[in-house]
Structure formats: C-alpha cells, structure tokens
C-alpha cells in the first residue's frame, strides 16, 4: 500500500508503470520534499517503469528560502553541512540508483535541483515550452547534488561548462541539440502520452534486460570490467524461453 499522504510527492500506478508527480508549488523542493522523496521511491514495491513529472511546472529547483533554516547553521560546518546535503543525495541518489528505467518528462521550467535531479534518470523528454538551467553560481555556490558529475556524460563538458559557469537557462530545441533530452514535444499533454507510451514499451520488455543494459550504462567502470559484467548478467539471466519468444516476434 503506498503512502498518499505526501505533501510534496504524488505516487500513482498503472498496471506496472509508477508515477511519480512533484506536487509541492511549482515543484519546489524544500525540507519536506528531501524527507518525502526517498520515502517515496522506496514504495515503489514490484513496478517495472518510472515517470517522473510536475505539475504546473517540473520545478523551480530548490526552495532556498524553506531550506535556509537547515543550511545555515551548519555554513563552515564540513561535517555538519555534509549531513544536510547527504539528505538531499538521499533523493537524487536514489532515484539515480533505481534498477528499473525512469522517464524524467519535463514541462515548463526545470531548474537547478530539478536538472541534477532528472540528470539521474534513464530517459529524458520534454514538451517545448521546457527550459532548462543550472544557476547555482549566481547563488553564490557550486551544484552539489549529482549534476555536475553526470551531466558531463549526457552533454558533455564543454556544454555542461557552459550551463554551470553562466546559469543561463537553454529551451527545449538548444536541450534535444546538445542531448539533454532525445524528443520534443509539442504539448505538455503530448508529452505526458508520450510519457506513457515509452513506458508502455519498456514494460513489455524483460524486466533483467533492461536492468542489465541500465547497470552497464551507468556502472562507470572501466571497459574491459564493464563488458565482462554484462556477459556475466547475461550468463545469470539469459533464459532460453526469453529467445525463444524473441525469435516468435
């Protein structure tokens, strides 16, 4: 039974495809959302897929104002200030973490938090009224919940320099040119039946297939040691009936 009584995530299902709605005002993410969101994904019991959304927006990226009373005390605190921002990795982590695939479907702004956040999942689409940034420098700091480490990989550095060192935001054509996202659509409804078609894909796929082949892209080994997991997981739980049904199709 999931829980539904979150005040900044909502959690529902179809069939074995979850979906995980930023319901907070514009998709803020405050101290509730980082104690919600780990709570969230960990309910996520026997589903096969993830759609990650918003609402009005997919968010505004961190709620500084909400989470000033947390950071602050902890500021030249290494320690104290790592035990906040663990909570927050608890969230973009985890997500990242996930053994099943995630459809991050954005439309609207996608901010700061937000884009480190969905830099996470497996699949990134958005509608054309999407927007994309990463400001953290114009607050005073550097992005420390996963971007800058993964969107090097999506993007590139050069590109991921450019987003990072200026803040400036980039809209949903610049976002498919560099690769941040692999389709735009017209509509935020188009978007979010798209959403559910890849899903509907996904599910109908082998649900060891398509953990392995997301272990293999993300498991950030070298070569030789990431080629010689995927034969391993392939020895593990390549069934003869699964290619016996694949040469029916």
Not at 22 to 37: C, H, N, Q, T, V
Not at 87 to 96: D, I, K, P, S
Not at 193 to 211: D, G, I, M, N, T
């Amino acid at each position: 039974m999931w829980n539904m009584n979150y005040k900044t995530v909502r959690l529902s299902r179809q069939g074995e495809v979850a979906t995980l709605t930023l319901i907070a005002k514009m998709g803020s993410m405050g101290p509730d959302f980082w104690r919600e969101m780990p709570q969230a994904l960990a309910e996520l019991a026997d589903a096969r897929v993830l759609i990650l959304r918003g609402e009005k927006i997919f968010s505004a990226g961190l709620d500084v104002k909400t989470n000033a009373g947390q950071i602050g005390p902890v500021l030249g605190d290494v320690a104290g200030f790592k035990a906040v921002v663990d909570e927050m990795h608890a969230a973009t982590e985890g997500l990242a973490a996930l053994p099943i695939p995630v459809i991050a479907a954005v439309h609207g702004w996608c901010i700061g938090a937000g884009l480190e956040l969905i830099s996470g999942a497996d699949i990134r689409i958005c509608s054309s009224d999407a927007r994309f940034s990463l400001p953290e420098v114009k607050l005073g700091i550097a992005a420390d919940l996963g971007g800058l480490q993964r969107l090097p990989h999506l993007i590139g550095r050069g590109r991921t320099a450019h987003l990072a060192l200026t803040g400036e935001p980039i809209d949903a054509e610049t976002a498919e040119i560099w690769g941040l996202v692999t389709e735009v659509l017209d509509s935020p409804e188009e978007l979010f039946r798209r959403a559910e078609e890849l899903a509907a894909q996904l599910v109908a796929l082998s649900p060891k297939a398509l953990e392995g082949t997301k272990r293999a892209l993300t498991d950030d080994l070298p070569h030789a040691q990431s080629l010689q997991n995927a034969v391993e997981w392939n020895a593990h739980h390549m069934t003869v009936e699964g290619l016996q049904n694949a040469l029916k199709k």
